[in-house]
């Protein structure tokens, strides 16, 4: 089954503890990218990824870090997370550019407390 | 700062009436636009797109652009309870695509 897979799906966590949320696509996907979504705001691009090693910030990057060694994966990464950052994160995925629908992981509720 | 904006409702409509979502955005140099629609709880998924003005029509939805206004909308015809969610609009310029803060749609039965 074609699919966005997000771990973990729920998490509480402390000020300060680095966690790393990962996200996996199998539909060969070169586009990649990371939101946030807070009540009344929408969704806000973090981080975006149009292939393997291409990386570049969205929106509200700050405080958060990716990558994306394989075409496959991009984790999102909070060395440092603070409060803030408690919000439910989606990743997304795009065959290409130039495409138009978005396939959305299932989300990540992230508590800091 | 590119905005694009939506009023937050929730817009209460009864079942079979016709739902108006509207949404406006900042940036003239935008390309495409798109319509969500997010279960509570759930992901977004995709409606509609447009690129072009004018109105595109997929079954009980009519998506409408018009760029000298910057004015994207939403029509949903003869709406059911099942279309009750909250609908995002999205507007991409280059690679980035940025989303309004999304309309609340309660269908009465």
């Known amino acids: 089954e074609a699919q966005v897979t997000q771990n973990p799906r729920y998490l509480i966590t402390v000020t300060g503890k680095k966690l790393t949320v990962t996200c996996s696509q199998n539909?060969?996907?070169?586009?990649m990218s990371w939101y946030r979504q807070d009540p009344g705001l929408g969704l806000r691009q973090i981080y975006y990824?149009?292939?393997?090693?291409?990386?570049d910030k969205g929106d509200v990057p700050e405080g958060y870090k990716v990558s994306r060694k394989e075409k496959r994966n991009f984790p999102l990464i909070l060395e440092s997370p603070s409060p803030n950052q408690t919000s439910l994160y989606f990743c997304?995925?795009?065959?290409?550019?130039?495409?138009?629908?978005?396939?959305f992981g299932p989300g990540t509720r992230l508590t800091v407390l | 700062q590119k905005e694009v904006e939506q009023n937050s409702g929730p817009l209460s409509v009864p079942e079979g009436a016709i739902a108006s979502l509207n949404c406006t955005y900042s940036d003239r140099g935008s390309q495409s636009f798109f319509w969500y629609r997010q279960y509570s709880g759930k992901s977004p998924e995709l409606i509609m797109f447009?690129?072009?003005?004018g109105d595109k029509e997929d079954g009980r939805f009519t998506a409408q652009l018009n760029k000298a206004s910057q004015y994207v909308s939403l029509l949903i015809r003869d709406s059911q309870p099942s279309d009750s969610a909250t609908y995002l609009c999205?507007?991409?310029?280059?690679?980035?695509?940025?989303f309004g803060g999304g309309t609340r749609l309660m269908v009465k039965p």
């Open positions: 539909m060969n996907h070169e586009y």
């Open positions: 990824s149009m292939n393997v090693e291409v990386t």
């Open positions: 997304a995925s795009i065959p290409g550019y130039g495409y138009n629908e978005q396939f």
């Open positions: 999205a507007v991409k310029a280059g690679n980035m695509l940025t």
């Open positions: 447009i690129y072009s003005n």
